[in-house]
């Protein structure tokens, strides 16, 4: 063996090793550097004020964001509404009896779904519900998130269906329950955590999603009386007050992105506990 | 006897009310296509082919033409590509390979954390933090130090193509070192073990059998990532500066296919305006469709292959 080889290889060896340990804290910086400033320029707007009051014209101090905030709770409920029912069942056909061929369609059919940009999605429910109705609505936006929770819902209660065994489905049938009841009583309940933690991650996806709302529930200063009327959400009031030129609106901008990021990781937190416990 | 008739019909009733809910899926695909097609039928049949090759964006004569937003979705899409792929691959690598499993198990959710910060809070801090960065430090070292080559000429703005390019490369490292992860780590432990036994060191065992094995799942993940670049909406809008010029320059300020819509669709004054705008969708929807396609087939092709080969 060649000494001077096994040396370069060697070098080698330790030269990838600092390349991939730099890529990772490179990769990792803007992370902590992110999360810095959220948390610097948020933390001093944030107070009462933030969650109960609607913002404040330029100029004017304090002010807050509840209009959005409300108006995310309530788009996004309503998205849920909707979404929900039909990625979870939907996602019991595909493990009871999705084998054929269909089922490989929808299955891929949703994976390319979650890829398409979200802006999308908000143009198709403009075309479909704001120009019949004449008018941007909370509807309209809450018709665009759901759309973009359905092939998530789908995919993640689907991976938590499969997980239940199938002598639990075979005990239930062999005491004559029907397949369909088996299949709500049985391998439902058992996946259930799991289910919630696929939905949890589904709304935290949603809750930060705005270019769907841009025109479709346009955003509101104001409270919002109706649901055929422009309603506010957190996102797009970030993005307004980011844009703006004006010093205490990025304040609040600020504000809200802590707000909206902590909200996130509470429900991915809330979700990954879930998941935890029930292995344990 | 009645029970069990019941529970047949239940069965084939709740066989149905679920098929109905799971072809919903295909549904909004096809509804969505549909949409977009009508809705751009007008801009399509007015400006044919110029629509793609032509760059005047007049809304108030009418003429549309899409070639900068073009230019500026696909060179800032695959500059940052080419920036967060081998980061991405060398910080899979890391978690798989490299860390004791605490370390990388911390490190794929801290990642994990960062693939699940909304566009938006990218681009606020993009707007407000890295851009006034760049145009103080970055853009005038680049001018100074390379200002001969054409890509680093013209004054700096701060919002420009180098921001849009920057702030996408952090978004679409998460998303493709997830799915690296997941595809390193569904080699067989055989396959690194041969590697090790004839004598490998840690890097050629990678070089020799971990990466072979896993470049289709790779190039899947990279695609995707591509996709994930392409449609990015918020982000991009709030720093690329949203000037529909094409510049070979990175400092200058650009403009993307979706930044266009974000900033013009909800204030179309004339039908052919909006038209145009979803024409743009439209190209949009079909690119990431095909992007989409190509790299779920590669990512399902590998999955396929592992639970032949592994079991």
Request: hydrophobic fraction near 55%.
């Amino acid at each position: 063996m060649n000494l001077r080889s096994i040396a370069l290889r060697r070098v080698a060896n330790g030269a990838a090793t600092l390349l991939m340990g730099a890529a990772t804290l490179l990769v990792l910086l803007p992370l902590i550097i992110i999360f810095y400033h959220i948390i610097k320029m948020g933390i001093s707007s944030i107070n009462p004020d933030f969650f109960t009051q609607i913002p404040r014209p330029t100029g004017e101090e304090g002010g807050g964001m509840a209009n959005g905030i409300a108006g995310s709770a309530i788009m996004i409920g309503m998205a849920s509404l909707v979404g929900l029912p039909i990625g979870v069942f939907g996602a019991v056909y595909l493990t009871e009896y999705g084998t054929g061929k269909l089922s490989t369609t929808i299955r891929f059919c949703a994976d390319v779904l979650s890829g398409i940009p979200s802006i999308i999605t908000g143009m198709v429910a403009y075309g479909m519900l704001v120009v019949p109705m004449k008018g941007f609505s909370a509807l309209a936006g809450s018709f665009a998130l759901s759309l973009i929770m359905i092939p998530i819902v789908l995919r993640t209660t689907e991976e938590q269906l499969k997980m239940v065994p199938t002598t639990l489905r075979e005990a239930s049938l062999a005491l004559g329950v029907p397949l369909w009841r088996t299949s709500i009583k049985v391998t439902l309940r058992s996946a259930l955590t799991g289910v919630i933690t696929g939905t949890l991650l589904a709304i935290a996806r949603v809750a930060g999603e705005t270019a769907p709302l841009l025109f479709t529930a346009l955003g509101n200063q104001f409270w919002s009386k109706k649901l055929t009327e422009p309603m506010a959400a957190l996102p797009l009031q970030i993005f307004n007050f980011a844009i703006s030129p004006y010093e205490d609106w990025h304040r609040l901008a600020w504000a809200g992105a802590l707000v909206l990021v902590v909200l996130m990781f509470g429900l991915s937190l809330a979700a990954r506990w879930l998941g935890r416990s029930k292995h344990s | 006897m009645r029970n069990s008739a019941q529970g047949i019909k239940g069965d084939t009733l709740f066989q149905w009310f679920t098929l109905l809910l799971a072809c919903s899926i295909i549904v909004i695909m096809l509804i969505m296509t549909a949409e977009m097609v009508k809705e751009s039928l007008p801009a399509i049949t007015r400006f044919g082919w110029k629509f793609i090759t032509g760059s005047t964006w007049d809304a108030v004569k009418e003429e549309f033409a899409s070639l900068p937003y073009l230019y500026g979705s696909i060179v800032s899409s695959i500059l940052a590509i080419l920036l967060a792929t081998p980061l991405s691959i060398g910080t899979a690598l890391f978690i798989t390979e490299l860390a004791p499993r605490k370390l990388g198990a911390v490190t794929a959710s801290l990642v994990e954390l960062l693939a699940a910060i909304p566009s938006v809070i990218y681009g606020l801090w993009g707007i407000l933090v890295m851009t006034p960065w760049l145009q103080s430090t970055v853009q005038p070292f680049l001018i100074k130090r390379l200002g001969f080559l054409p890509f680093f000429q013209g004054a700096p703005y701060g919002v420009s193509m180098l921001a849009a390019v920057f702030i996408l490369m952090i978004m679409i490292v998460p998303i493709i070192t997830s799915i690296t992860k997941e595809v390193l780590m569904a080699v067989p432990t055989s396959q690194k073990e041969a590697a090790i036994a004839l004598g490998a060191t840690r890097w050629e065992m990678i070089r020799m059998s971990v990466l072979p094995y896993g470049r289709s799942g790779i190039l899947g993940a990279v695609i995707l990532g591509l996709g994930r670049a392409i449609g990015e909406t918020m982000a991009v809008t709030m720093v690329i500066g949203n000037t529909p010029k094409i510049s070979l320059s990175l400092l200058s300020p650009a403009y993307t296919m979706p930044s266009v819509i974000a900033n013009e669709f909800a204030e179309t004054t004339t039908k052919m305006h909006a038209s145009a705008l979803m024409e743009i969708g439209l190209i949009l929807l079909f690119v990431t469709l095909v992007i989409n396609f190509l790299a779920r087939m590669l990512l399902w092709s590998v999955t396929r292959k592992w639970k032949g080969g592994v079991a």
